[in-house]
């Protein structure tokens, strides 16, 4: 259920927006007169509750928030969605959101010249630079302080039997092995590119389920023995729970996986205040979303299936408190 959304937030860590400034002719600038903020997000548990949680502290400062895009679909959907105004606020994982344009078919050489570096600050800069040559309708916010990285997973007897410690222990035996990976692997540079391009896993594999990303539905393969090799999200708390082995990325292929919002420019310009005026509700979000702090909103959604507006509210009212 969905309660009271007027939190104290603006009052404990947030600028509040009720009114926000003046304009031309000193003019009060009230609530009434920001835009509609339409938030969208991956079709997976961890994406869609911290889109929620951007909603509801959003909503704590008076603007009107839609929801139409929630559990939209995977990047490719979610970004088309994006650039035709479907929706126009977005929770993006920085490495992989970059890596997407510039590894991508379409990229031209000027884009796919601009590479991941390992850190999460350089990369959003590079994909804020990325977003205007492409004329991409977004503005890149503040970083979250926690990751949510690709992770290759096997059951504890599937390392024993195999050796497998690390990613490139799989290339040898590979043809025994069945991968369980999402459906959008092959045009993914970090997926697709990371097996075959830096790992030598021939593609498709010789066997592949093909199971939707960081969902129950991939965790249930490994378990049931359906998959050997899991491409998880790093942060699914069920694998530490079954005590599962992440393989090492010992080639480190894997990008910065730290969340950050992207909002529309068209959007920001409607807002007294521009991008700072968003960025001063969101970025103490992101400075809070640690990666044990996203771990264990994780476990309460998607173990203890608690309602994902539930558990935004509460993290938003810990943050107030």
Known sequence: MRHSRRLALGASI???????????????????EQPTIIVGSDDFYESALVAEIYAQALE??????????????????????????????????VGFGLEFFTRGTDATEEI?????????????ASLQQVLDLLGFDGSVLGIS??????????????AEQYGLATMSDLAAVQDELTFGLPPECEANAPCRGALEGSYGITWPPQSLLPVAPCSPDMALALEGAAVDVAWMCSTQPVIGQNGW??????????????LVPVISNSVVAEVDGGADAIAAILDPISAELSTDVLTQLGIR?????????DV??????????
Do not use: H, K
Request: hydrophobic share 40%.
């Open 14 to 32: 947030l600028a509040s927006l009720a009114i926000v400034g003046t304009a031309g002719g000193g003019a009060i600038v009230t609530a009434q």
């Open 60 to 93: 704590a400062n008076d603007f009107t928030v839609q929801r139409d895009g929630l559990r939209i679909g995977a990047r490719p959907v979610r970004l088309e969605a994006f650039q035709s105004g479907a929706i126009n606020l977005m929770p993006e994982y």
């Open 112 to 124: 796919a010249a601009i590479e991941t570096s390992g850190n999460a600050e350089t990369d959003a």
């Open 145 to 158: 302080t926690g990751q949510d990285t690709n992770a290759a997973v096997v059951r504890p007897e599937t």
């Open 245 to 258: 082995i992440v393989l090492e990325d010992d080639l480190e292929t894997q990008p910065p996986g730290n």
């Open 301 to 309: 959604v998607a173990v203890d299936q608690e309602d994902i507006d």
């Open 312 to 321: 935004a509210e509460e993290f938003l009212a810990g943050l107030a408190g």
